[in-house]
């Protein structure tokens, strides 16, 4: 069974904190996404990665970074975490840009 | 701007009863429209997808109707159980990307 995996499921930082979130994809697939969920909102696109070291901003980059040093490896990066921060994180991956999205379960940051 | 539009927001249906939610879009270039499916905890999985060229695609209980000259698709769910509670997410994609619409909190009352 193919697998997006987020390495925790629960963080809870301090404001000012850099924060580091996982994601780790079996499935050889080119394309990788970091998206937050918020109640109203939907799913925004923070970042995404089309191959290794390459990288797009998504909708809302600001206050975020990430890496893709392996492909099969995507992390997010919030240089110094604010309360505005506090969301859940969902990492997907895909064979092409527009198709066949699997998504992880999900971490949910809370930034105190 | 909001490329593809969701409605309800949230919806609550009886136990045995019918669920639809709808989506719009305006991009004509769509070439392929998913639904999401996300329990709570969990993240959203892939649920059921039509292309533009077939008006209705079912599997199960879920139907999607998709109405290319209105620009509309929607999700029927039908005999609703307490099982399908969940939020609901359209999609909508191009080569380059794929667009969400704000999701739908179902909720299935016994």
């Known amino acids: 069974d193919v697998k997006v995996t987020q390495s925790s499921r629960y963080l809870v930082k301090r404001t000012g904190e850099k924060v580091f979130l996982e994601c780790v994809q079996d499935m050889d697939h080119e394309n990788m996404f970091w998206y937050r969920q918020d109640p109203g909102l939907g799913l925004r696109l923070i970042y995404f990665s089309y191959d290794v070291k390459m990288k797009e901003k998504g909708d809302i980059p600001e206050g975020y970074s990430v890496s893709r040093e392996k492909k099969e490896r995507f992390s997010l990066i919030l240089e110094s975490a604010s309360t505005n921060q506090t969301s859940m994180y969902l990492c997907?991956?895909?064979?092409?840009?527009?198709?066949?999205?699997?998504f992880g379960s999900g971490t949910r940051l809370t930034v105190v | 701007q909001q490329q593809v539009k969701q409605s309800p927001q949230s919806l609550i249906v009886q136990k045995g009863g019918i669920s639809i939610i709808n989506c719009a879009y305006e991009n004509t270039a769509f070439d392929y429209f998913p639904w999401y499916q996300q329990f709570p905890g969990k993240g959203p999985a892939l649920l059921i997808a039509i292309r533009p060229d077939v008006s209705e695609k079912k599997e199960g209980r879920f139907t999607i109707s998709f109405n290319k000259s209105a620009k509309q698709f929607s999700l029927h769910i039908m005999d609703s159980q307490p099982g399908d509670s969940a939020t609901y997410f359209c999609a909508a994609s191009v080569p380059d990307g794929l667009t969400f619409g704000k999701g739908t909190h179902l909720i299935i009352q016994p």
């Open positions: 997907a991956s895909s064979l092409t840009q527009g198709y066949g999205y699997t």
